[in-house]
């Protein structure tokens, strides 16, 4: 496919982003015009931040399946849509042509119309990294179903919150994934969620590890069993459900300050246009390209980045199974070699982690297919890019440092491969049609270039969120409160001389450990059951690898006969409660915490010593007891 609105100049860009402001309708719709639509939309963009609400091509009827197969198969039937790779080198891997993934989606989407599933429900799926992963995510988006996608390492209390914040009556799961060297048995956890969720009518299970799992009836079925039921009934076929463009297309748990993870709904029309639109200019997508994301389908960055803006541009996308550093430190070049990738996409903690092996995993492959390099997740250090850019890309692949969230669907701020210039740890400059703004604490533009603030968008651009699910006046607290007719970001930044912008980091108390977003409160609930705990707070700390650490200062008032035993303890109930991701790294004993008179923690105080810098706290005079500072300085792990 060719795309009219790919940019391939910097003047090119600097015309486009200039028309994008003067015009963002006509910007769009030209844009948005090329897709396929069952019927064209009325009026291109709705909105007030105030409210917040944000319509793009409003009256516009289209399913994305069709966009993102159907409408391939004339020209690009025969070629690879996705390249499994399996966790073992050693099993063979699958290639499935644009027929094969269109035949399975539709196959699929027969499954969940037998099933009972309609338009509107919410099909919460669990899955490892397999290519049915997919297909479930595609056949739901086919018959207007609301996918609700949950990463394989959340506990089974994350998927019982996940369930009833969403009213999911059906699951979609494996009995089990690879991982590197471990077994994770999806269908048990599944089981766990299940007895919280008597609303669930249906389970669908994938064979996967063939570890044996319970199967209840009436509730449970194999996937393979639903195949050969639509297989007998004769019709192949599956028409495309007709979806409003501002109807949704999917759910997606994301952490945020408060509690619980909130639910981040993206509607059909405007997300796909977006990540289509993104994908093609960032990567600078040309046909033949073999494109290979790293990360896992569970997060936004698979969802946008290897199912909905790749097969929406025909490209050929790489779906691995399983780690970076499993059998060895080899495995994502080796899959470079094997299918001669040309645009990687991965995180900088990926790449932090395997420059600790050396360059010998490197060596041992050819990587000379490779053109364009990506990162994402969180900001880039100078050493972690020079290393890619020198090692993986040999000095002749521009290397993307793109900023996004859940919450934005796709790419936002980001140079363009070998179009715009990079700078590194820099994601350089923003998207046409994206319009950032810096503002300080009181919500006043920081205005001109070499300055600093809190990175809002002043204009909505299509793949922005639309609300939390069952919870509007969340999205606009979260999001639209904090400053006036902005969309606030969580995120600080700093713009040069030159106007490139450079994430720093979150202002808010979320933290992005490996790339994960993951909420101190959050965190500290799930330390607080631990029977011991009396009360505890949680901060991040620079970690060489994962770019942030979580370090927990806990009361304990329980036995305490093996302080080591203690701290496994509340780690694994963090484990249960939330998923190994959110475990702290650091677990220090104290007697009290840093508060304010009215009750509050000082975080601020906490997160100095967790840094380090005990000699810079700052003001402590407001606090309760001062006292207690001096002693968890003393205590610092
Ligand atoms: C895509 C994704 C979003 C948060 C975001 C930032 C951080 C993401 C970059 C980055 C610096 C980057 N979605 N972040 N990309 N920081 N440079 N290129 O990660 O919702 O899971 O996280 O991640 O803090 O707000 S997310």
């Known amino acids: 496919m060719s795309f009219p609105y790919q940019i391939r100049s910097v003047d090119q860009y600097k015309a486009a982003y200039e ?12 844009i948005a015009s090329t897709f396929q639509w069952q019927k064209p939309w009325e009026k291109t963009l709705e909105w007030d931040f105030k409210k917040p609400t944000i319509k793009w091509f409003a009256g516009g009827k289209l399913n994305i399946t069709e966009n993102c197969l159907d409408r391939h198969l004339d020209k690009l039937g025969n070629q690879p849509a996705i390249i499994w790779e399996p966790n073992d080198p050693e099993e063979h891997h699958r290639v499935l042509t644009y027929r094969d993934l269109y035949n399975k989606v539709v196959q699929f989407a027969n499954v969940l119309k037998n099933n009972d599933v309609k338009k509107g429900d919410r099909v919460c799926i669990y899955m490892g990294m397999v290519p049915e992963l997919a297909i479930a995510v595609l056949a739901s988006a086919r018959i207007g179903a609301i996918h609700s996608v949950v990463f394989g390492g959340f506990s089974a209390q994350s998927i019982a919150d996940r369930l009833q914040d969403a009213q999911a009556r059906f699951v979609i799961t494996c009995d089990g994934a690879f991982r590197g060297n471990k077994e994770i048995p999806l269908k048990s956890v599944i089981d766990d969620a ?13 064979t996967r590890t063939r570890t044996p799992v319970s199967m209840i009836k009436g509730r449970d079925t194999w996937w393979e069993d639903e195949i050969k039921k639509v297989e007998t009934q004769g019709s192949p076929d599956c028409p495309a459900e007709v979806m409003d463009a501002e109807d949704m297309l999917f759910i997606l748990y994301t952490s945020g300050s408060t509690g619980k993870p909130k639910g981040v709904v993206h509607t059909c029309g405007g997300y796909m246009v977006y990540t289509n639109y993104s994908f093609v200019n960032v990567f600078q997508y040309q046909p033949g390209d073999i494109h290979f994301c790293t990360a896992d389908i569970g997060w936004i960055t698979g969802h946008s980045y290897i199912v909905y803006g790749p097969l929406s541009a025909g490209v050929t996308s790489v779906l691995f199974e399983g780690v970076p550093t499993w059998p060895d430190a080899g495995r994502f070049w080796d899959i470079v070699d094997k299918y001669k990738v040309t645009i990687l996409y991965t995180a900088p903690t990926a790449i932090r982690s395997l420059m600790g092996f050396g360059l010998e995993p490197v060596q041992r492959h050819d990587l000379s297919s490779l ?21 993986i890309g040999k000095r002749k692949c521009p290397i993307v440092d793109t900023w996004w969230q859940t919450e934005t669907g796709g790419i936002l701020i980001s140079n363009l491969a070998g179009v715009t210039p990079a700078k590194p740890s820099f994601a350089t400059l923003p998207l046409p049609g994206i319009q950032p703004i810096l503002v300080d604490e009181n919500g006043k533009e920081v205005a001109g270039n070499g300055v600093s603030g809190n990175l809002c968008i002043k204009f909505p651009w299509p793949g922005m969120l639309r609300t939390t699910y069952g919870d509007h006046e969340r999205c606009r607290q979260n999001y639209f409160a904090t400053y006036d007719n902005l969309y606030f970001t969580g995120d600080g930044c700093l713009r040069d001389e030159e106007g490139n912008y450079r994430i720093t980091g979150r202002v808010d108390d979320v933290l992005n450990v490996s790339g994960h977003r993951i909420g101190t409160a959050e965190v500290e609930n799930a330390i607080n059951m631990h029977t011991g705990v009396v009360e505890s707070a949680v901060v991040g700390y620079p970690h060489d690898i994962k770019g942030q650490g979580i370090y927990a200062f806990v009361i304990f008032q329980g036995n305490m006969q093996d302080e080591k035993l203690v701290r496994l303890d509340i780690a694994s109930t963090v484990s249960r409660i939330i998923g190994p991701i959110a475990k702290p790294d650091k677990i220090q004993f104290v007697s009290g915490l840093p508060k304010t008179r009215s009750g509050k923690i000082m975080r601020r105080i906490l997160r100095k010593i967790a840094e380090g810098e005990t000699d810079k706290l700052g003001d402590t005079t407001t606090l309760l007891d001062p006292g207690v500072v001096e002693e968890i300085k003393n205590g610092k792990l």
């Open 19 to 30: 028309q994008s402001v003067r015009d963002p309708e006509g910007f769009w719709s030209s």
């Open 194 to 206: 299940l007895v919280q969720c008597p609303f669930v009518e249906r389970v669908i299970v994938l």
């Open 371 to 391: 053109k364009v390099l990506g990162t994402v997740g969180e900001p880039i250090n100078e050493e972690a890019w020079h290393w890619y850019d020198e090692h």
